[in-house]
């Protein structure tokens, strides 16, 4: 690449947009960026692009560099950027560190339009009228210089767009521009609705949440790659003797072929049918095989679950760096990906890293956590709100049986369970009775009920009748939120997080009423847990649904660590809850995240 611009001069000013082009998505495998632009209020613009070896894909920096350094380095100056961590991410791998206010577009395009696309160029030409033209000629040229490319030994990307420096600076820097202006104009357009909406006090605090979830990235989480490797050797061992178990039942077929499955399952053995997919054929989904008795339909589960167990091994190799003695995960924390303003957690994707009734939902072995461990001379403590899903909704809705409840320390799905038992003279588990907790919250309706516990159509509506009977309160309230989510678009939660919806999906609006609200409980909580822990060798190292771990330095008291936290959490006066607080579950983590020890519930 050969810059237009000879000298780069940023633009004035106290808030600016800038937009990187990079070679790659990940610093850590050696992407870098080597095209940056910038733009301030006023829609004056700079860039400048540096050179890319075609056939190392390294990019060779500049003088220009200090320039940028020295605005990035600025804290007097807001930078402002689409899916900033990416960006930052790309520049700090320059050797610059970004210093001052980072303003994320996805961040207040969440808060202001939960419902919007977070994609750059279809988010403005819906909301702002801006064109997405500007890419065609850019992705032309680069499939052109691509095919030349291949034939002259250059190092191609899987992906058209992380080569995109091939195309020159002419087609590349007018790309780059654009989109620096279209942070720029998503700024301009949203952040004035902040103070319109009376929400500083929560925009504020996603700016803090965004800072926040740098340094826990950059931390990372340790983890034991001898034992990953284990685990998927292991895993392929296995895999291999259920496939041998499986065909010796089926035949030599593809296992992952729903098609066939459903030939040998509904034809071939004549398995009975009680699951079909959306387009009304016989289903072979994990639901359908779990309620199979024949033994082919758990092998094949096993086999899925071994294989869903070798892809996490698989990322967890690919993300892991050496650091300090120590294999170590860096995850990507996004906080703006879930409409609801729940946290997302990706390469790798640990939301999914779970336990008990989830892992069985997603067939992996609970051994995808047996591979965090603490960095030696630290210990691991995890901190869990425990039932905030059903706090929230008792307390907001003032229910007088389901605060008893809570407040007598009692299960609530468990008195659910047995109340329903006796009513409609069938046994309802405990299980079940959470299933139609939670699925009330999701819209639920008898048919919905009856066909996920496979009950009559009768025997639904007598217990969602008796449920009815049993929180009288609470259902008002969730129809009172849903009423006003049909008059107004929107609802608010306690934080003044607004959660948008359309008549036809008014049925998730307490959902996402809850879901919004426990989001916002996660960041106001881990704010002050960092504010609280500044002093103390004890680190935030990963937040992951509900529960929070932290490592603690062995010079550290734990119980000290652990009033500091519990106190932290339970602080939350936007809910207005009075005497009552959320119950946190303590565990301590001694050798690995999956052999756990809870220690107490404050």
Not at 190 to 215: A, H, S, T
Not at 256 to 267: A, C, D, N, P
Request: overall charge positive; proline content about 3%; aromatic content about 10%.
């Amino acid at each position: 690449l050969h810059s237009m611009s000879k000298t780069l001069i940023i633009p004035k000013g106290k808030r600016i947009s800038f937009d990187v082009e990079s070679t790659g998505l990940y610093t850590h495998l050696g992407d870098k960026f080597y095209c940056i632009s910038f733009c301030n209020e006023e829609g004056e613009t700079s860039c400048v692009s540096f050179n890319v070896d075609p056939k190392t894909r390294q990019v060779t920096y500049d003088s220009q560099l200090d320039t940028m350094r020295e605005f990035f380095e600025d804290p007097t100056r807001t930078k402002i950027a689409h899916n900033a961590q990416f960006d930052v991410r790309m520049v700090e791998a320059a050797g610059i560190k970004v210093k001052g206010t980072v303003v994320c577009t996805m961040s207040l395009i969440r808060l202001l339009k939960s419902s919007a696309s977070l994609a750059l160029k279809p988010f403005c030409e819906t909301y702002l009228g801006i064109p997405t033209d500007d890419q065609s000629e850019l992705k032309k040229k680069t499939m052109e210089m691509r095919r030349l490319g291949k034939d002259k030994g250059w190092k191609l990307s899987n992906a058209v767009e992380a080569d995109y420096w091939m195309a020159g600076s002419k087609f590349v820097e007018p790309y780059c521009i654009r989109d620096s202006e279209r942070a720029m104009l998503i700024y301009k357009a949203l952040r004035p609705e902040v103070d319109e909406k009376n929400i500083q006090g929560l925009w504020k605090n996603e700016l803090r949440m965004w800072k926040i979830n740098r340094k826990i990235e950059k931390k990372g989480i340790a983890i034991d790659r001898d034992k990953v490797l284990s685990i998927k050797d292991e895993m392929q061992k296995t895999l291999e003797l259920f496939k041998k178990k499986a065909v010796k039942i089926a035949g030599t077929i593809n296992f992952r072929s729903s098609k066939q499955l459903k030939q040998v399952f509904y034809e071939k053995l004549n398995v009975p049918i009680k699951y079909y997919t959306a387009s009304g054929n016989p289903s072979t989904d994990y639901a359908a095989l779990r309620e199979m008795e024949h033994p082919l339909a758990k092998t094949i589960l096993e086999m899925r679950s071994c294989e869903k167990t070798i892809e996490f091994m698989d990322q967890y190799l690919h993300f892991m760096v050496e650091e300090k003695n120590h294999w170590v995960i860096h995850p990507n924390i996004s906080q703006s990906i879930p409409r609801t303003g729940r946290e997302s957690i990706k390469d790798p994707n640990l939301q999914q890293v779970s336990s008990g009734e989830n892992s069985k939902k997603l067939e992996v072995k609970n051994e995808v956590r047996a591979v965090f461990v603490p960095r030696k001379g630290c210990s691991l403590r995890s901190y869990d709100w425990k039932n905030i899903e059903v706090f929230i909704p008792a307390f907001k809705s003032g229910d007088s049986k389901l605060l008893s409840i809570l407040k007598s320390g009692g299960d609530v799905h468990q008195y659910t369970a047995d109340y329903l038992s006796k009513k409609v003279n069938q046994k309802i588990s405990r299980f079940d009775a959470k299933r139609i907790f939670f699925g009330l919250q999701y819209g639920m309706g008898r048919k919905k009920l009856s066909k996920e516990l496979k009950i009559p159509f009768q025997t639904a509506e007598d217990i969602l009748f008796h449920f009815y009977e049993s929180y009288p309160i609470l259902m008002a309230w969730m129809e009172e939120l849903k009423g006003k989510a049909v008059r107004d678009g929107y609802i608010k939660t306690p934080y003044g997080r607004i959660q948008e919806t359309e008549y036809d999906f008014v049925y998730k609006i307490v959902n996402q009423y809850v879901q919004g609200t426990a989001a916002d409980i996660l960041k106001f909580s881990t704010v002050r847990i960092y504010n609280a822990l500044k002093n103390h060798a004890a680190y935030i190292v990963l937040p992951i649904h509900d529960e929070l771990l932290i490592e603690i330095g062995k010079e550290e008291d734990v119980n000290t660590i652990d009033d500091i936290v519990v106190s932290c959490m339970q602080d939350n006066p936007e809910l207005k809850m009075g005497k009552y607080t959320i119950p946190v579950s303590i565990s301590s983590i001694k050798n690995n995240w999956l052999n756990k020890e809870k220690i107490c519930v404050r």
